[in-house]
């Protein structure tokens, strides 16, 4: 038996069992976008984008917005 590999729910990227459904490095981006928006509640998206560098396709499936 092999581990069971499955892929980030947000880039795609094959990464191990967890019981996240996000790659860590998409959970940072994640937790990034959270803090910024408890900070700035009604920013517009492309200045979130802006200010956390995260690509817009990410933080549109962070949001649910896709
Ligand atoms: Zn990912």
């Known amino acids: ?3 069971f590999i499955r892929n980030c729910q ?9 019981p996240f459904l996000l790659c ?10 959270r803090v910024f ?3 700035h509640p009604r ?3 492309h200045e979130l984008v802006e ?3 995260i ?5 549109k499936k962070i949001l ?3």
């Open 1 to 3: 038996m092999s581990d």
């Open 10 to 18: 947000l880039c795609e990227a094959p990464m191990e069992s967890s």
């Open 24 to 33: 860590p490095e998409c959970l940072q981006e994640k937790e990034q976008v």
């Open 37 to 39: 928006l408890k900070n």
């Open 43 to 45: 920013v517009p998206l």
């Open 51 to 53: 200010s956390t560098q």
């Open 55 to 59: 690509p817009i396709s990410h933080v």
């Open 64 to 66: 649910g917005i896709d």
